[in-house]
Structure formats: structure tokens, C-alpha cells
């Protein structure tokens, strides 16, 4: 075979080709993890400004 019909087979031919629908879940997967990530992400903001505030709301011990 010679490499322009390899070519013009290698287009024609459909295994191993990502269809459409795989395409489609992978961009929903990816969205929807980029999603979970912000939302932890503001979670953990929140939780370390609360601890924040409660340390600097305790008395402090400055003497033994």
C-alpha cells in the first residue's frame, strides 16, 4: 500500500475515532469538576476565615 492510500484509509476508517458523545462527557466532566473545585475552594476560605476570627478572639496567655 502506498502511503496516500494508507492516509485516505486511516480517514475513512471510524474505530478508534473519540465520537461526539464521548466528547460531550468528557467536557461535562471537566466542567463539573472545575465547578466542585470552586466550590470547595470558597468552603475552606470560609472555614479558615471563622478559625481566624475565633483565635483572635481568645485571650491570649502571655505569662507562665
Not at 30 to 37: D, E, P, Q, T
Not at 42 to 64: H, P
Request: no cysteine.
Amino acid at each position: 500500500m502506498r502511503l496516500r492510500e494508507q492516509i485516505a484509509d486511516f480517514i475513512v476508517d471510524e474505530t478508534g475515532i473519540i465520537d461526539s458523545d464521548m466528547f460531550v462527557l468528557v467536557a461535562a466532566g471537566a466542567i463539573l469538576s472545575v465547578a466542585v473545585f470552586a466550590f470547595v475552594k470558597s468552603g475552606v476560605k470560609q472555614l479558615d476565615q471563622d478559625r481566624g476570627y475565633q483565635l483572635e478572639a481568645q485571650q491570649k496567655i502571655t505569662t507562665f
